[in-house]
């Protein structure tokens, strides 16, 4: 643990040393991110953050949990919260819960995915440009999902206690108030990826600066700026099946969004990273075999 935090001590050390070297270029950097976050990813996740919250508080809770009957987790709304609205807030949805740390754990295998809004405005058809692999890129991401939380199956039932059709008129202040500072802190976490991105592209040689597997290492780090370099760098298929990997494991910046609420409950880091990896590769799996039957 000792040689871990000295290890990670140095390498922020080298970051201020990079930045410092060129600020301009790397406040630039920082602000073409903002930009990025602002035109893509802002739009598609405030309206669905408070929309989706107040409709599902105002549902009542069904007879039968479906969330619980696949997996084993009594948790519909904090599913729907993270299907509808995407990364982070099915975290924060988790965190907002009073779910322990084990049904903490076995939620995050399902209730971790990206927002749909992003997936067909931007991703669809504002990158790939194709109706068919847009629906490609849905189905993947949903369906690996449902086997990541089927892979993670508890036999024990969990429960998460939610809302039955209530929301009082207080709760909507801080209904607003809670998802403008997740949707800001998702923005300055895209913000400081995206120039940490472009200063590892700078530390590379021209030739690779711009090469596909570049953009897919760029994409572990930050998914939006990868996703968008992937896209332009390669054709239709390929770009579907690199996307729906990297949609699906959501890359180190959307882990520190996710942790900054799953930590609250106790959730390991090591879990989320593995539960992640299994479900990108279910994803990538699941978007070839559609890209080969249905995209030509």
Known sequence: MKYIRVTITLLLFIIMGIFISAPAKY?????????????NVLPALFPFAILSTIALRLTPNGKCSVSKLLFGVDCDRIWATSLLCGYPIGAKAIADSDADITTATKACAFCSTAGPIFMIATVGVKLLQSTAATLILIAAHILSSILNGLLYRTKTPLYISECNGQFKAEDFGNTLTNSVLSILSVGGLIALFY????MIRSLLPISLQNSLAVAFAIGVLEMTNGVFAI???TDVATATVLS???????????????????GQKRVKATTIIKMKLTQSALATLISFCLVKLFLK
Do not use: N, R
């Open 195 to 198: 120039m940490l991105s472009d």
């Open 231 to 233: 896209c332009k760098l």
């Open 27 to 39: 406040m630039q950097s920082f602000f073409d991110g903002v930009t990025v976050w602002a035109y």
């Open 244 to 262: 729906s990997c990297l949609l699906a494991l959501g890359g180190m910046c959307i882990f520190f969004q996710c942790f900054a609420y799953l």
